[in-house]
């Protein structure tokens, strides 16, 4: 079992910047990929940007330029730095983690709004 654990979301005006943090525990090292999704009601839950614990990244068109993530394999982080943000990117963003053995994690979720 791995657990995660999120911080960093809150309220900031468009064109300010926010960083998530998520820490993983448990079982770990088991750990592939790890990211962070978002959600708006009434809508799917969308890929944000990823990292392979090789160091492979992902980004979705709209973030791309804009969101950098991070990952430190030793310490089981994932850093999302969010700049020029956009009444868009107002959802609530959940950290991910997929295990080798094929078993995917979520956090509990953390809200970001931007106000216009």
């Known amino acids: 079992q791995v657990q995660l654990a999120e911080s960093g979301g809150g309220l900031v005006q468009a064109g300010g910047s926010l960083t998530l943090t998520c820490t993983a525990s448990g079982s770990a090292a088991d750990i592939d990929d790890m990211g962070w999704y978002r959600q708006v009601p009434g809508q799917e839950r969308e890929l944000v940007a990823s990292s392979s614990s090789g160091g492979v990244t992902y980004y979705a068109d709209s973030v791309r330029d804009r969101f950098t993530i991070f990952r430190d394999n030793a310490k089981n982080i994932v850093i999302m730095q969010m700049n020029s943000l956009e009444f868009e990117d107002t959802a609530v963003y959940y950290c991910?983690?997929?295990?080798?053995?094929?078993?995917?994690?979520w956090g509990q979720g953390t809200q970001v709004t931007v106000s216009s």
């Open positions: 991910n983690a997929n295990s080798r053995g094929g078993w995917h994690y």
